[in-house]
């Protein structure tokens, strides 16, 4: 089953109209939420995202709070999975025609949800393979746009590559990844991009800062280049649906000669007491 505008339908069944924008324009935003033992984790986090993406598209949040946290509920309810990653959507709405300009328009709720199966620390400590690319996204990353053919083209040559990731720089800086935030370690200080206008502010970055802070490690929200990432102790990608994730190769170089610095084990420990807390 999934939610569209007010009803729970077989995903068979549910479409959208033609002239949707979110059709036209990918003019609408999302969240990705990851649901453990049936428990939503951070919800209010991940709609008070939506509503500051909403915000800033000039799109009404069409439910309160209380109304989201229902919906979303309701639709576990149809599923038997403990683990799961919910998709919501919301696009602006069908127009009559298409325009770029927009009038007030219905939006258009879409939520789905799917099995999430979280790699298991062993799978992870194998360590993950990364190329780097330049940024050529917009400069609104802030935003969690449904508008993604950037970070489609990432994907994609990510998976041609047969790496993880692709770890994206902007003016000599590493921003984060096309699907992720980005991490590194050195000489016992964990180093981020800082939450700006070129990056998503991660709801699992800030649960990484706030484990990182439980292992005592000290915290820069600073933009560091690749160089640095390069010649670093440790790099982490963070996202709801990959967790915390070390990366031990970048572009064909080895990182801490391929071997797993000793913050990533403490910080993912600490990740996971949060989850089932
Ligand atoms: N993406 N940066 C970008 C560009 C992302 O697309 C994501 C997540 C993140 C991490 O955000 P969070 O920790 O809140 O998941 C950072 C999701 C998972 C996606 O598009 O499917």
Redesign the pocket.
């Known amino acids: 089953m999934v939610y569209l505008n007010g009803e729970f339908v077989p995903k068979h069944n549910a479409y959208v109209h033609v002239m949707d924008r979110g059709f036209l324009f990918g003019d609408g935003v999302y969240e ?1 939420i990851p649901v453990y033992s049936g428990k939503i984790f951070r919800l209010d986090e991940h709609l008070k995202r939506l509503q500051n993406s909403l915000h800033s598209v000039q799109i009404n949040n069409p439910y309160s709070t209380q109304q989201w946290h229902q919906i979303l509920h309701q639709l576990l309810d149809y599923s038997s999975t403990s683990n799961q990653s919910l998709y919501l959507q919301i696009s602006r709405g069908a127009d009559v025609c298409r325009k770029h300009s927009f009038d007030t328009l219905t939006p258009t709720v879409f939520i789905e949800s799917n099995p999430l199966t979280p790699k298991t620390k062993p799978e992870l400590e194998t360590g993950y393979r990364a190329i780097s690319q330049a940024d050529f996204r917009w400069q609104r ?1 802030d935003i969690k746009s449904t508008s993604l053919l950037a ?1 489609i083209m990432y994907a994609q040559h990510a998976k041609q590559h047969q790496v993880e990731e692709v770890i994206l720089h902007r003016d000599q800086q590493i921003t ?6 980005v991490f590194i370690v050195k000489d016992d200080t964990l180093f981020t991009h800082p939450t700006s206008e070129h ?2 502010s ?4 800030d649960l990484v800062l706030e484990s990182a802070r439980y292992c005592q490690l000290s915290i820069q929200e600073t933009a560091f280049s690749l160089a640095d990432l390069l010649s670093a102790d440790e790099v982490w990608l ?4 990959r967790e915390i994730m070390p990366i031990i190769d970048v572009d064909g170089h080895s990182i801490n000669h391929g071997i797993l610095g000793k913050y990533w084990s403490q910080v993912y420990d600490y990740y996971q007491d949060l989850k089932h807390a």
């Not at 984060?176 to 935030?181: H, L, P, V, Y």
């Not at 991660?202 to 970055?205: A, L, P, S, V």
């Not at 963070?238 to 649906?241: D, E, F, K, L």
Request: glycine share 10%.
């Open positions: 990705v990353c970070n984060e990844g096309a699907t992720s935030n990056i998503l991660g709801i699992t970055r963070s996202s709801s649906t």
